[in-house]
């Protein structure tokens, strides 16, 4: 299904979309008493206490004043309530607050304040720098002559760093006193919660251009909860409002999460409430018997010969009574007393508290407190988990030869630093595709300096380093850059950047030399993404040896290359490439089909290698739980060699000979289905032994064991107590730990990213650290820590 907005045009639009009025709230007014009251009683054992005071409501059989149940039930039901109203009328205050909130919009060519509440679908929408973005816009205009601006999605997405939007291809040098009167129609599919995807197309009406299709992408919008930072202004159309928006569409009030005291409450509550029919029932029977036969003719019982239909249910009735002190409800007030303030130990405890980021630890979800001690599988992510996530670029190898093995600092060694005094052509290439295959964003402070803002750790680590080795990326205006090599600045143009994803496991740029004219691809990416596509007759051993070497050492590695493209070659395959774009189905698919057209006959010039350090105390606290019997499952999506480093460094898992490791490898199901059986064999035999067994699982492994082997490996997930899983997904982060729960085993997910999300929510606690990768997993999660916890 497609959505069709009309640019600047109320009568199109006109009660067609929803308003921006955005709502969180979980009830209503007259909804709140029924909706609260039958979550409340969804649990048995307030059904158990609601039975009782019923029952004592009947003054023929109850022993006691019904106020004493009664009373503690409503106290109870009353707290739980109150809470729940007062965070609801929280939300309700946010969203009064977001809803009233003044913006200006065009209308009839003239720019109004008006609150966020009423913008429709199609109103052009002004922002000025520092503002909110009230919905999800499509850029039309910026105060930048490239039509650039930055944004802050720390909200959206919990990433810090500034993000580069620009303007339709369409819209650029149109005039800002034209934007108020700008017609056309974007095509756009439906709302979706996808905050990394948008593929639309727009198209304006004359006198602007003449009809053509222009694509869209996520890189021409701003959406909802963002800001506006280091632009003066910018402009937009509104394409999602309301509760409709990328960001209104995640929203949701997440499924509480039961205990395993509290299910093994409800399960003792039932048994014991079968006990006690069975004991009515008895109890009940001989009563009667006893009252038709015996009581009768006891004078001073004062039993009438004939009683009403009821009368042979109030002695079991009131037996029930005498029996509901077995499910006292005190233990109800004491439990959620216990636990609430419980949760507040872990918000007061000082050493949990991170003075390098001054981020206190924070209890989300005050009602599992009790299951921290009863966990039995910690499943982690590594990279700011583990280790935290602050890149150092360490060794690199261009060209066949290695620098910085010996004193371990490649960016101090002097080999390296003479090549790069003499401009050695090899890596004079090696450092440009180094400063040039980003999306980092180079900025320039009142007294010159220049700073990088970058959206991942990695390419933070690579600018700075080649900028240290001389090759600075000085400038970045539109689609034009700036090199700064050994105080030479040279100009590079940026024809097309062929995005990092998640299948091709490389990112490309095709850029253009200002001085030459000479068009070159530069890429970067896994190896295992470079190696297959090197020209023919390109010596690679070197290279290979050199990511072994380094991923013994733990380092993080990429592979840089780049072709030399010739301009017909070029042309030819851009035409496809904008046709690509412009496709609403399957773009993704396609685009990555005609990436792998230009991604190939590469040169490899060289590896890089980056290190990302352990978190302080991280050996000794896994030592530790795993001597309590915790078992460790670590998930991430750096390649095998890399976590395997990692995990031995961290006392994840223990050396030959002491450990073992067991792979489960192969890219066909026969093949991982036979590495499957063989790893289970070894488990099976190896359980009665002292030895530490672990077993290690990629991706693409995984993915087929999962679809197809779901069985055998859950066997294996119970026979072991280590487990390192490489290149997963989110999806598959999750998968596992469901695969765990199933099991019947308390499971604990850590991680400080939004791939970890799934995983913390999926799991029954939930650890979100408040990292350099963001705030999404903290938010996310039953507990947030600071990034220093061991």
């Known amino acids: 299904m497609k959505r069709y907005v009309y640019i600047n045009d109320n009568d199109m639009s006109q009660d067609v979309y929803c308003d921006n009025r955005i709502s969180n709230r979980k009830y209503t007014v007259l909804n709140f008493v029924p909706k609260n009251l039958l979550e409340q009683f969804s649990r048995f054992m307030n059904q158990y206490f609601l039975l009782i005071a019923c029952l004592q409501l009947w003054s023929l059989i109850t022993p006691v004043n019904p106020a004493s149940t009664w009373g503690p039930l409503i106290f109870i039901f009353a707290v739980s309530a109150t809470k729940e109203a007062w965070d609801d009328y929280n939300r309700y205050l ?14 009839q060519a003239v720019k109004k304040l008006i609150q966020a509440q009423d913008i429709r679908v199609g109103n ?23 039509g650039v601006c930055y944004v802050e999605t720390s909200a959206l997405d919990g990433e810090t760093d500034l993000k580069t939007r620009v303007i339709p291809s369409a819209c650029v040098g149109i005039a800002s006193e034209l934007l108020h009167k700008i017609k056309g129609v974007i095509e756009c599919p439906n709302p979706d919660k996808d905050i990394r995807r948008f593929d639309a197309n727009v198209r304006l009406f004359p006198p602007f251009i003449d009809n053509d299709l222009c694509p869209l992408t996520i890189n021409s919008t701003l959406l909802q909860s963002c800001y506006l930072r280091n632009t003066e202004w910018a402009c937009g159309v509104a394409v999602y409002t309301g509760n409709e928006t990328k960001l209104g569409m995640s929203r949701g009030i997440p499924e509480p999460k039961l205990t395993a005291v509290d299910a093994m409450i409800d399960k003792l509550t039932g048994a014991i409430f079968l006990f006690q029919i069975v004991v009515v029932i008895v109890l009940g029977t001989a009563g009667n018997v006893w009252k038709d036969t015996e009581a009768r ?27 509901s002190i077995m499910i006292p409800i005190s233990i109800k007030v004491s439990l959620d007393l216990v636990k609430s303030l419980y949760a507040k130990f872990i918000d007061w405890d000082q050493e949990m ?3 390098e980021t001054s981020t206190p630890s924070h209890a989300t979800n005050t009602a599992i407190s009790e299951d921290l001690g009863q966990v039995e599988y910690i499943l982690t992510d590594k990279t700011g988990t583990l280790t935290e996530n602050r890149m150092i670029f360490r060794r690199c190898c261009i060209n066949g030869i290695s620098y910085g093995n010996e004193s371990g600092d490649a960016l101090k060694d002097p080999l390296l630093l003479n090549a790069v005094a003499s401009s050695s052509p090899d890596v004079i290439r090696f450092l440009m595709v180094m400063a040039i295959c980003n999306t980092v964003i180079p900025t320039k402070s009142k007294n010159g300096a220049i700073t990088y803002k970058a959206q991942s750790q990695d390419e933070d680590a690579l600018v700075h380093a080649a900028a240290h080795l001389h090759m600075a990326l000085v400038n970045k205006s539109g689609n034009i850059l700036e090199i700064n090599l050994n105080g030479l600045v040279i100009q590079y143009e940026v024809l097309d950047t062929l995005e ?10 095709v850029v253009k030399d200002c001085q030459n004219g000479k068009i070159i691809m530069l890429s970067k990416g896994a190896d295992e993404a470079i190696f297959p596509y090197a020209c023919s007759g390109q010596q690679i051993r070197a290279f290979v040896e050199a990511v072994e070497q380094y991923a013994q050492f733990g380092l993080r590695t990429l592979c840089l290359a780049w072709r030399e493209l010739n301009e017909d070659e070029y042309e030819e395959w851009s035409l496809t490439y904008k046709e690509a774009k412009t496709t609403l189905v399957d773009r993704e698919w396609r685009l990555a089909e005609v990436c792998q057209r230009l991604e190939h006959n590469l040169e490899i010039l060289g590896i890089t290698a980056i290190e990302d350090r352990l978190q302080d105390g991280v050996p000794e606290t896994i030592e530790t739980l795993r001597k309590a019997g915790i078992n ?3 998930l991430t999506g750096d390649k095998q060699s890399t976590a395997i480093q990692i995990a031995l460094s961290c006392n994840f898992i223990s050396p030959e000979p002491k450990g073992q490791l067991l792979l489960i490898n ?11 059986e063989r790893v289970l064999l070894t488990m099976r035999i190896t359980t009665s032994e002292p030895k530490d067994v672990a077993f290690v699982v990629d991706g693409w492994a995984l993915e087929i064991v ?20 490489c290149r997963v997904t989110p999806s598959q982060k999750a998968q596992l730990v469901k695969l765990l729960k199933s099991c019947d085993y308390r499971t604990l997910a850590i991680g400080d990213g939004g791939n970890d999300v799934r995983m913390i929510q999926q799991a029954d606690i939930g650890v979100g650290i408040s990292g350099r990768e963001g705030l999404q997993a903290a938010r996310a999660a039953d507990y947030s820590i600071g990034s220093k916890f061991f």
């Open 353 to 355: 508290y991170d003075h």
């Open 124 to 146: 052009i929408v002004w922002l000025r720098e520092n503002d909110e973005v009230p919905c999800d816009l499509v850029l039309l205009g910026t105060s930048d002559p490239q």
């Open 500 to 509: 990092f994803t998640s299948d091709r496991k490389r990112m490309s740029v």
């Open 632 to 634: 460790f499952w670590m």
């Open 94 to 107: 946010s969203d009064k607050q977001a809803n009233e909130k003044e913006v200006w919009v065009v209308k």
């Open 706 to 725: 999962l679809n197809h082997y779901r069985e055998a490996f859950t066997e294996l997930a119970i026979l072991s107590r280590t487990a390192i899983c």
């Open 666 to 676: 192969g890219k066909t199901e026969d093949e991982v289905s036979r590495s499957l």
């Open 297 to 323: 003719k006891l004078w001073y019982v004062l039993y009438p010969n004939e009683g009403p239909w009821y009368e042979v249910l109030v002695i079991p009735l009131r037996f029930e009574l005498l029996c």
